[in-house]
């Protein structure tokens, strides 16, 4: 290896294992990554991004096996390094940044202890010193209150918050490789362009190399140096960034550029009752008001989409809907009449009519649930099915949500993509025969291909069924595909809201214009020449 190279991988092979059956799942992948080098790897779900990546720390996820290639970190030689050589450099000299910051710190313990763990067992610095250095790099990411935020449990902090305070965790023995897994796809678009300035900030800062494993390319090109294209567990192609962002010589490639061609027709302006009508409610945690005279409608047929940042109130209003926050004050109508404000209030018919698909559908799921029990208890509790009847009734909710019920009846969650588990979160709501479905962050955490088969299945469904949706959501290009109606909140209250087409039409309120010069595009200068804008006052209309 030449001096310049930190890590080397050819011929990689990983196989998976469903059931008695290996299935290879990497198909000989080639990667080499210099010394302060960002690698962007994207492509679509199941392409084998985060295998590729957990593979250059020299593992495999449970129920792979890596059979073979070789993997050679600095020297080292992975493939054949001793568990206890793997443990040394984990933490130390490669970090790894997971998608979902809130399921991977300890609840139990502070952010400033988890953060001095790393650097005190690998004896890079005291826990004196370990704590000097995280306020150091929370004040680099600029969190708020960098002298205090450690102190903090996970709970208490925000999503964007929590996602830059594992970012300078990574930081803590200042290692020369980091793993970044989809490290800003659960967030909204103001944090998301916090939370990957960051990223790009401390990378730069420190010489850090980089794997920055996403579906989004837009976001990756704004950290990347070079970008490869993974498809089914294969190279498709890899250049440099702007050279794949220009003239990307696959098919394949190109079709990732284009996938967000759905768009839900316009639908006549609503008439008649609502299905259902938030009236003025005002709700807290504590003391402490977190939603402010909030109102708006949903009619039967259409989809409202409620945006804004983390911490705007979105999901709290859900909450408040669904009856697990009784609010203050105000008042929640479905069909004209007033729900309990308490679930422990509401009949099962009321329970039956408003039903909830779930951002992240991995902790949704039993994992010990075959999907006919999980489908099929909705049916049995509300609709009282049993027997044949219950199993016709999933089987029929598979094919609905396009799977084959001879496949996957059977099956438990861990069998399933991230898109087939988004499925059957959706089949598990309809099972229940709801007027109103609350859709809460349902495509974030899939790649674009996949969420575009989402929509698609939801669009579909709510023809059918003449389903309502409310769609919780921080991603405007999802708000443009399918939304009829746009609610915009801010800090527990609603900022604006009205037909989709008049609210993306300016002019904006000044948060509505924050949260749409923040949506990425695809050019490698465009975080950069955002940045400097804000700094000097400016949106990028006006820069």
Not at 231 to 254: I, S
Not at 429 to 436: H, N
Request: glycine share 8%; proline share 5%; hydrophobic share 40%.
């Amino acid at each position: 290896m030449s001096r310049d190279v930190l890590l080397k991988i050819e011929g990689l092979r990983i196989e998976g294992r469903s059931g008695d059956t290996w299935t290879e799942i990497v198909k000989g992948v080639d990667l080499k990554l210099h010394k302060g080098e960002v690698l962007g790897l994207i492509g679509e779900s199941g392409a084998g991004k985060s295998t590729v990546g957990l593979a250059a720390m020299g593992f495999a996820r449970d129920g792979c096996r890596i059979t073979g290639g070789t993997i050679d970190f600095d020297g080292i030689d992975l493939r054949s390094a001793s568990e206890t050589v793997k443990r040394d450099l984990k933490g130390a000299r490669i970090a790894y940044v997971a998608q979902s910051a809130a399921a991977s710190f300890n609840p139990a313990h502070r952010l400033i202890d988890q953060y001095c763990e790393a650097p005190v067992v690998h004896d890079v610095m005291s826990r004196a010193e370990a704590e000097r250095d995280a306020i150091d790099l929370y004040r680099r990411m600029q969190l708020p209150d960098p002298d205090g935020i450690g102190f903090r449990y996970p709970h208490q902090v925000s999503g964007g918050q929590l996602q830059r305070a594992m970012t300078a965790m990574a930081m803590s023995c200042r290692p020369d490789l980091i793993i970044f897994d989809e490290p800003t796809t659960a967030l909204d678009v103001t944090t998301q362009i916090e939370v990957l300035s960051a990223i790009r900030d401390i990378v730069r800062q420190f010489a850090t190399a980089a794997i920055y494993i996403t579906h989004d390319l837009a976001v990756v090109a704004q950290a990347a140096d070079r970008i490869k294209v993974l498809l089914r567990g294969e190279e498709v192609e890899e250049a440099e960034t702007r050279q794949m962002l220009d003239a990307p010589r696959e098919e394949y490639t190109r079709s990732l550029w284009a996938v967000r061609s759905f768009a839900r027709p316009e639908q006549p302006a609503p008439s008649g009752q609502p299905i259902l009508s938030v009236r003025n409610v005002t709700a807290a945690y504590g003391t402490v008001n977190v939603l402010e005279d909030v109102s708006f409608a949903i009619h039967a047929g259409r989809t409202v989409a409620v945006v804004g940042e983390s911490g705007s109130g979105k999901s709290t209003t859900a909450r408040v809907i669904t009856g697990l926050l009784p609010p203050k004050r105000g008042e929640i109508l479905f069909e004209g009449s007033p729900l309990p404000p308490a679930l422990k209030g509401r009949t099962r018919e009321q329970l039956r009519q408003v039903q909830m698909i779930y951002q992240m559908a991995d902790t949704a799921l039993n994992p010990k649930l075959r999907l006919r029990e999980l489908i099929g208890r909705p049916a049995q509790m509300y609709l009282g099915l049993q027997g044949r009847a219950l199993t016709e009734r999933v089987r029929d909710l598979l094919h609905l949500i396009e799977l084959d019920p001879d496949t996957y009846i059977d099956r438990l969650p861990g069998e399933l993509s991230g898109g087939q588990k988004q499925r059957i979160g959706i089949a598990r709501a309809l099972a229940a025969e709801p007027k109103l479905i609350i859709c809460d962050e349902v495509t974030s955490a899939l790649d674009q291909i996949v969420q575009e088969g989402i929509l698609k299945l939801l669009d579909r469904l709510q023809g059918e069924f003449g389903l309502a949706y409310m769609f919780i959501t921080h991603d405007l290009a999802t708000v443009r595909a399918i939304a009829d109606d746009v609610v915009v909140m801010q800090q527990g209250r609603v900022i604006e809201q009205g037909p989709k087409a008049e609210m993306f039409a300016p002019p904006h309120e000044p948060y509505t214009e924050l949260l749409l010069s923040s949506v990425p595009e695809m050019d490698p200068d465009w975080l950069t020449r955002l940045l400097a804008a804000r700094e000097a006052g400016q949106t990028p209309a006006t820069a």
